[in-house]
């Protein structure tokens, strides 16, 4: 007996000494994993940045290690461009620089007018320059050689997402901070010449946007979170013109190959839901795509190209610390990363 109990304590000795997560290399370059950004909690200053490779190694403190400081306070926003990585900090009103193959600091962009913070909130890119949401009225433009604001674009209330189509740009104005009257446009930027060319009327509180293969735009718009309910709008954008409307529950939509990942959260029911959505029949094709039933708040969603993997953070709440769960393009589960508060993006690498 005395054996037996011998050999049941060494399994679990064994058992626990796997399980734990390797450590992460303090120098090198990254590969072979993910960046996944935590937001934190509002004014709490703890946003960070988990790293999840696929060795199983995790780090919750990437970015205080590598630079030694804190990220900021609300991490929004996470993308690549080129040999650089910029990270969008909401309430602390920066625009963090850094190094894609060391992950070291490169710059720290202030986003203040007069004083004032700008409050960003996501980015993207064209022709060398990074385009910056910013709760203030305006898109920032910024030059990804020198890293400094070169041009504000004013557009509508509260923007949020945005997203490149061909040489114009989408972005759709919130105005979630003047609830109840919230804005309900998106506004089109001629990139050509940085300009707001026009605004369509695509329904209240617009969030997330994305281009599909064909370039058209995909638009949340999530409505009062109450009365008005969430729907997905789609815009040509030849003629910038509403084409189809579809009334469904939708948080966020992530591209995964040519389909798109319908993710939703409903804030009533605390119910989570993944469905998987045909752009070019314009149909879910499966309402229920990976059973998300059992999350306690389903928060982002990302895929994995290099791997064919798809990537689901639970939120736990918004006050605890969060999971991120990877899963095969079948819907099996393969692992999972407890990681730092509020995980919402992630940023793959090959």
């Known amino acids: 007996m005395r054996l037996i109990s011998l050999v049941f304590v060494l399994i679990l000795v064994v058992s626990c000494i796997k399980d734990k997560p390797k450590p992460v290399p303090l ?14 909690l509002f004014q709490q200053n703890n946003t960070s940045l988990s790293w999840v490779g696929n060795d199983g190694s995790i780090s919750n403190t990437l970015f205080a290690t590598k630079s030694g400081r804190q990220l900021g306070d609300t991490g929004n926003d996470i993308k690549r461009y080129g040999a650089k990585v910029y990270v969008v900090v909401n309430v602390s009103s920066t625009v963090e620089v850094i190094d894609a193959n060391t992950f070291n600091p490169i710059k720290q962009i202030s986003m203040q ?39 504000r674009i004013p557009v509508g209330l509260n923007p949020e997402g945005l997203t490149v189509s061909g040489s114009k740009l989408y972005v759709s104005n919130s105005g979630g901070l003047n609830t109840p009257v919230m804005d309900s446009t998106l506004s089109v930027i001629d990139l050509n010449s940085n300009t707001e060319i026009q605004k369509i009327t695509v329904g209240l509180n617009p969030g997330r946007c994305i281009t599909d293969d064909e370039g058209d735009v995909y638009v949340v718009a999530r409505g009062d979170y109450a009365g008005v309910s969430s729907k997905m709008i789609r815009i040509n954008t030849v003629s910038d013109n509403v084409v189809n409307s579809f009334d469904l529950g939708v948080s966020g939509i992530t591209k995964m190959n040519d389909k798109f990942l319908i993710s939703n959260y409903d804030f009533s029911s605390g119910q989570s839901s993944l469905a998987l959505f045909d752009p070019v029949l314009d149909v879910v094709v499966n309402s229920s795509y990976i059973d998300v039933s059992g999350f306690t708040t389903l928060y982002g969603v990302g895929f994995n190209p290099y791997t064919n993997t798809l990537f689901i953070s639970d939120a736990m709440g918004f006050t605890n610390s969060g999971y991120v769960y990877e899963y095969s393009s079948l819907g099996t ?7 730092g508060l509020n995980p919402s993006k992630f940023l793959f690498y090959e």
């Not at 120098?27 to 934190?40: D, F, I, P, R, T």
């Not at 990074?130 to 990804?144: E, L, P, R």
């Not at 393969?334 to 990681?339: D, G, L, M, Y």
Request: one cysteine or more; aromatic letters at 8%; glycine letters at 12%.
């Open 113 to 151: 007018s007069g004083g004032v913070p700008k409050q960003p909130r996501s980015i993207d890119f064209y022709n060398g320059k990074a385009y910056v949401t910013c709760y203030d009225g305006y898109v920032d433009v910024i030059d990804t050689v020198s890293l400094a604001v070169i041009e």
């Open 27 to 40: 120098s090198g370059v990254l590969s072979n994993g993910v960046v996944v950004l935590c937001e934190g």
């Open 333 to 339: 589960q393969i692992s999972s990363a407890h990681v």
